[in-house]
């Protein structure tokens, strides 16, 4: 049985029709001032702009963020919490809820007032988000995560794309997602093993399929243990 039979892959996050629930991961909110860039935090109106385009499009009741908000360790950034709100003020014109789960670089996110960070959402009874950075507290069948930044090479191109993932820790079933960032670098999938993953949850990449989703559609390929001899 597919266990992602039911979602839509857009601009690097996930719809997830039967939860109207948008999923997006690793903004990394303060990485460009942290990296000395010359490019206004939050990579401009770029997050905002694109976050309210897919709310315009899917009408979500609710917006989850799994994990990595913002690029912190100590402090907030200078004009990480202007971004936040930014973006919380999109959700909530939407008339959706923002969730937030915490991811590695999250850990000065309880200083910011408008959010409530959480360790994990229940997105149904079978589905979990979760940063994916460590093992998450619930068992479940289904979890979907960020942390990864998964990008495919195809022809010399680098392209985000999801990773479906089936039979992985516990045999439960993993959907990653790319950043939501552009700033972010992605992590070429192409020869990446288990061992070689940043998540606990991934124990057999050869079992996943890369998705990449363009302008006109999502391109599907076949699981990776099959892909590579031809990549």
């Known amino acids: 049985m597919d266990p992602f039979p039911r979602v839509e892959y857009e601009d690097r996050a996930v719809w997830f029709p039967d939860a109207e629930t948008l999923v997006l991961a690793d903004l990394h909110l303060g990485r460009v001032r942290q990296s000395r860039v010359d490019f206004p935090v939050g990579d401009g109106k770029d997050l905002?702009?694109?976050?309210d385009r897919l709310c315009e499009r899917y009408e979500p009741t609710a917006v989850v963020v799994a994990g990595d908000l913002v690029h912190a360790f100590d402090t907030v950034p200078y004009g990480v919490a202007d971004a936040i709100q930014n973006l919380v003020d999109v959700v909530?014109?939407?008339g959706a809820e923002l969730i937030v789960t915490s991811g590695n670089h999250d850990p000065t996110l309880e200083r910011v007032e408008?959010?409530?960070?959480?360790?994990e959402y229940h997105l149904d009874s079978s589905t979990v988000v979760h940063h994916g950075h460590e093992q998450p507290t619930a068992n479940t069948d289904r979890y979907v995560i960020g942390h990864e930044h998964?990008?495919?090479?195809?022809e010399g191109n680098r392209?985000?794309?999801y990773l479906e993932c089936w039979a992985q820790h516990g045999e439960a079933s993993v959907l990653v997602l790319p950043a939501f960032s552009r700033v972010a670098v992605g992590t070429t999938v192409n020869d990446l093993k288990a061992a070689d993953s940043m998540s606990p949850l991934l124990t057999d990449t050869d079992a996943c399929?890369?998705?990449v989703s363009t302008?006109?559609?999502s391109l599907s390929f076949p699981p990776l243990g099959k892909l590579r001899p031809h990549l």
């Open 48 to 51: 905002p702009n694109r976050l």
């Open 92 to 94: 909530v014109d939407a």
């Open 114 to 119: 408008s959010l409530d960070p959480v360790d």
């Open 150 to 154: 998964p990008a495919l090479t195809i």
């Open 159 to 161: 392209r985000p794309c």
């Open 209 to 211: 399929r890369p998705i």
């Open 215 to 217: 302008t006109d559609e």
